[in-house]
């Protein structure tokens, strides 16, 4: 998780350095947020000894995932609590948009004219 944090800053910083003034970089933080979120909740929700113990980071994971996807109608969002019973379809589901948004994220970084300083 260090590399992985170290390296969302650095491509974080990079966006800003080559895409000054676009939405691009703050578009990567919140959706690697969300990434990070799916991956910790996804921990949690199977380790029946830590969820006893982590509802409450389970559901601020859940929150934080349901909140990047307010615009997704498409997934029953009040079915995504700690008290739920584990739905692979709507996991799966909510994995699709995650990997659908990293891939509009790159195709919108493809298009974007490098500023030169």
Not at 63 to 81: A, L, M, P
Not at 85 to 97: E, I, S, Y
Request: aromatic letters at 18%; a negative charge.
């Amino acid at each position: 998780m260090k590399t992985w944090f170290v390296d969302h800053l650095v491509i974080r910083s990079n966006l800003n350095s080559y895409f000054p003034g676009e939405d691009i970089k703050d578009r990567w933080h919140y959706y690697s947020d969300a990434l990070t979120a799916y991956y910790f909740a996804t921990i949690i929700y199977f380790r029946e000894e830590v969820r006893a113990d982590g509802k409450e980071d389970l559901q601020g994971f859940l929150v934080r995932i349901r909140n990047y996807f307010s615009d997704k109608k498409e997934i029953n969002w009040d079915r995504f609590t700690t008290e739920m019973t584990f739905n692979m379809d709507m996991w799966d589901a909510v994995r699709l948009l995650l990997l659908g948004r990293g891939d509009e994220i790159i195709k919108d970084v493809i298009k974007l004219p490098i500023k030169v300083f």
